[in-house]
Each structure stands twice: as structure tokens, then as C-alpha cells.
């Protein structure tokens, strides 16, 4: 297939996205708004943690097939993957879609498709449509009446997991969400160029809410581990053992609680639902606020730790990614709670540990009493230690490194040490 697809947004998901789909025969051009970014891409740099993704781009490079640019090109078909962040109410914010429509829109010249791959509520498609229409009334969408020239659009959000994206890219299926068969049809022929997955035919508004259904199905299962867990410290059970023995049942899974939900999937996906239907999305609501509440249990440890050891203590933070092995921080409830500690106790020495990063994230380097740690030479020198994600490297935690100094293990990592 020789189209030309310009692949907007290269960050966790549009980066690996545009990299497989050169690598298996497209000719892409990755845009973004950030200079710095695009150059360090054209020069075979990522600018994320994710295996395998390095390789993949010196070679898309090297091919001639991929490029990043801060311009936007003309193309056969467009791909947006910004992000959607919500509004205060939990809406949508339009902002960065609607920034990409207006760049798509001069570029266009009838008979391409544009896709949006971004998260979005149902009819946030249809508002990218009308926005690009407005910006060129002389097009029509397929499926719709009108005259002159014809655009195509379609929904197809992604489904994989941050760390594991080249090889999920090519083998979890893709729903196709096009607004009339020939625009399903054009993504599926896009699509299939690399997902050796199921292609899943539907329309664009079932297509935007099956990505945020996946989502709050994990989200509610999670809210029942973690409410779990708040039940179980108050009764003094061990919520980790419990678990473990309920799961012995053949038809139980229960998941694992934590310090809360993060990433700009299962922490924010729910709220696209309840904000969809506020009147009828009650579980779905609950869950979200028992795991958005999460933290300040953590919290509450942590002070209850910190009322007997003074004011002036040291503190390891272990983690500030939403999960293990990443370096993604976006929602993350860690890095919630890093900033609350440093807030809470100014005098305290806060060290950060978060092997996946090299430089203390924004919204921490305007406190003084927090540096960046490193494990495990950091706790040895910690009067608290609190794991907030279970990367790999803490597995090989020592508690003799840390004899006289209280843990507050929120993963139940280090529960048989």
C-alpha cells in the first residue's frame, strides 16, 4: 500500500503507532507541535521509555519511510493522537483536536480520510467533522448530504499497553469505527497494512465508546480491590492474603488495589461516560471517585508514620510513574502523592526514586526538599519508605537496609520478604 498517512501526535501512542506503520510499507510523516521533540526524533532518539521502540525508529528512518516534522504535509490520510484531557465538569476539552483539525483543514484538497484515534466521548468525532467543515464548507462528509469534493472520517482508537506497544500494535485487534462503510473500509485497508489482530467493523460513535467502556471495566474491578483493601484495614486482614485465597475460586479474579488509578486511560476514560450520561452512570461514578480518594488513605499512613518520627524525617518515595516499568507520569496517584508529602512536610527530606527517569518531573523541582533518589543506595538513610509502584527494580528489596525504618508497601510487593 503506498499512501501517505501524516500521523498527528508523537507522544506514548502516536510515536510507536507511526514507526510500525512505516516499518510495514506506509510512507508517514509524524507531526507535532514541539520543535525540540521532532528533532530528536529525525535523529533516531526516543523520547519515551518503551522497549524495542529505538530500534524500530532507527529503522523507519533508515528507510526513508518516516519522518517527523512540525509542518503539516498534505496526505492521503490523516491520523490524529492528542491528547484529550477533561474539562472541570469532565467533559472533553476540545482544545488540542480541534487545534489538529485546523491544521489538517488547508491541507485538504477532497478524497482523504482523517481518523481520529484520540479517546473521546461518543460525538466528539462528529464535533472534529464539523469544526473541519466549518473551515472548508466546500467538502462533505461521506454518508451525508452535501456536494462538491468528499472527506472521509473515522474512529479507531487504540487499545495497547505502554510498554508493551510494538508488539501489541501488530497483534491486539482494531475496532474501525467509520462514519459510512467507505470510510470504514478506507481505515480497515490503513489498519491492515500492520495489525495482524481482528479488525472490528463498526460506526464511529460505538467505536468511541467500546474504548471507553475497556476502560471502566478495569476501573470498576479496580475500585472493588481497593475498597477492598480500605475494608481490610480496618477489620486488621491482610487484603493481599484474602485476595489470594478468593482467588482460589474458579470463577473469581479479583485484581490488585494500589494508591490509586492513573494514566490517561482507565483514569480518565470513566469520566468521558459519566460526563455522556450523568443521570445513569452510577457505578461507573463510584468507582472512579473510590480510586480517585485512594491517595489520601496513602496519606494518612504516611502521617500516622510521620507523627512518630518528627517533622525533619526522610522519606523514600519509591515510584512516580502510573505503573510499573514506564515512565509515564501522566494521572499518576505516586506522583500525586510525592507533591503532597513535599507539601505537607517542608522540613522533611523527601527523595523521589523512579528508575525510568533521569530529572525530577515539573511539578516537584519547586520544592526544595525533594531530590531525585536512587535505589537502592536511598534507603538506607530513609526513616519511611513508601513503594507506590512496583517496578521491577524494587523486587530486590533488602529490609536490612532499612532495619529501624517503617514501610508502607501499598503494592503488597514486598509481602513475603
Not at 33 to 42: A, E, G, L
Not at 46 to 63: M, R
Not at 91 to 98: L, N, T
Not at 114 to 123: D, H, K, V
Request: negative net charge.
Amino acid at each position: 500500500m503506498s499512501a501517505h498517512v501524516a500521523f498527528i501526535g508523537l507522544g506514548y501512542i502516536g510515536l510507536p503507532t507511526a514507526v510500525v506503520m512505516a516499518n510495514s510499507g506506509l510512507e508517514v510523516t509524524g507531526v507535532d507541535v514541539d520543535p525540540t521533540k521532532v528533532d530528536s526524533i529525525n535523529r533516531g532518539e526516543v523520547t519515551i521509555v518503551e522497549p524495542g521502540l529505538e530500534e524500530e525508529l532507527k529503522s523507519a528512518l533508515d528507510s526513508g519511510r518516516f519522518r517527523a516534522s512540525i509542518d503539516m504535509p498534505k496526505a492521503d490520510a490523516y491520523i490524529i493522537a492528542v491528547p484529550t484531557p477533561f474539562t472541570e465538569v469532565y467533559d472533553v476539552d476540545m482544545r488540542f483536536i480541534y487545534s489538529a483539525a485546523e491544521a489538517i483543514a488547508p491541507q485538504l484538497e477532497g478524497d482523504e480520510l482523517i481518523i481520529l484515534e484520540s479517546t473521546s466521548p461518543p460525538r466528539t468525532t462528529e464535533r472534529m467533522v464539523q469544526r473541519i467543515l466549518e473551515l472548508r464548507p466546500e467538502f462533505h462528509a461521506d454518508g451525508s448530504e452535501g456536494t462538491g469534493p468528499t472527506l472521509y472520517f473515522a474512529h479507531c482508537p487504540e487499545r495497547i499497553l505502554p510498554g508493551k506497544a510494538m508488539e501489541e500494535l501488530r497483534t491486539n485487534d482494531r475496532i474501525i469505527g467509520g462514519m459510512s462503510p467507505e470510510a470504514t473500509r478506507r481505515a480497515a485497508a490503513i489498519y491492515a497494512s500492520f495489525c495482524r489482530g481482528e479488525l472490528l467493523a463498526t460506526n464511529d460513535r460505538t467505536a468511541e465508546m467500546a474504548k471507553l467502556t475497556e476502560n471502566s471495566f478495569r476501573d470498576v474491578n479496580i475500585a472493588f480491590a481497593n475498597e477492598l483493601s480500605l475494608i481490610c484495614d480496618d477489620l486488621d486482614i491482610s487484603v493481599w492474603e484474602l485476595i489470594e485465597l478468593a482467588n482460589h475460586h474458579p470463577r473469581v479474579n479479583i485484581l490488585q488495589p494500589g494508591p490509586g488509578v492513573g494514566g490517561h486511560c482507565i483514569a480518565v476514560d470513566p469520566w468521558f461516560i459519566v460526563s455522556t450520561a450523568p443521570e445513569t452512570a452510577r457505578l461507573i461514578r463510584t468507582a472512579r471517585e473510590v480510586n480517585d480518594s485512594k491517595p489520601e488513605w496513602v496519606l494518612d499512613k504516611i502521617d500516622q508514620a510521620m507523627s512518630e518520627h518528627g517533622d525533619e524525617a526522610t522519606i523514600a518515595l519509591l515510584g512516580l510513574a502510573f505503573k510499573p516499568n514506564i515512565d509515564d507520569l501522566r494521572e499518576s496517584p505516586a506522583l500525586e502523592i510525592a507533591e503532597r508529602v513535599a507539601q505537607s512536610y517542608p522540613s522533611a527530606q523527601i527523595l523521589a526514586i523512579e528508575p525510568n527517569i533521569t530529572e525530577l518531573p515539573a511539578n516537584l523541582t519547586s520544592y526544595p526538599n525533594v531530590r531525585l533518589g536512587v535505589y537502592p543506595d536511598s534507603l538506607e538513610a530513609s526513616n519511611l519508605i513508601v513503594l507506590l509502584v512496583d517496578h521491577d527494580e524494587f523486587q530486590s528489596y533488602d529490609p536490612a537496609l532499612a532495619a529501624n525504618t517503617v514501610v508502607i508497601d501499598t503494592k503488597g510487593q514486598w509481602l513475603n520478604i
